[in-house]
């Protein structure tokens, strides 16, 4: 069984950074990508960076040139570096896990923007 789990949540002042973790575990196949979402109050759920096995990133126009997504050489994992916070960032950000056998979700982990 896939397994996700995020971390590095939590309360930041408008212009701070935070950065987001996530690791995958168990039997992954066929890997495609990874990614981060988010979900506001009231919102619909936003996509907000992807990156492939290759390397190949791409960003929600409302974060690019403030967050950036990445992954460490070795294991499925995935971080997401968020500078310039702005309070209209504060959402629950969930770990997304694409293979060709399925998507996979973290639990998800909440960022706050407020001063």
């Known amino acids: 069984q896939v397994q996700l789990v995020e971390s590095g949540g939590g309360l930041v002042q408008p212009g701070g950074s935070l950065r987001l973790s996530c690791a995958a575990s168990?039997?992954?196949?066929?890997?495609?990508?990874m990614a981060w979402h988010r979900r506001a109050p009231a919102k619909e759920r936003e996509l907000v960076a992807t990156i492939s096995g290759g390397g190949i990133t791409s960003y929600a126009d409302s974060v690019k040139g403030r967050f950036t997504i990445s992954r460490p050489n070795a294991n499925y994992a995935v971080y997401l570096q968020m500078n310039s916070l702005k309070p209209e960032d504060t959402a629950v950000y969930y770990c997304?896990?694409?293979?060709?056998?399925?998507?996979?979700w973290g639990q998800g982990t909440q960022v706050t923007v407020s001063s």
């Open positions: 997304h896990l694409i293979t060709l056998g399925g998507n996979y």
């Open positions: 168990g039997r992954i196949l066929n890997f495609v990508a």
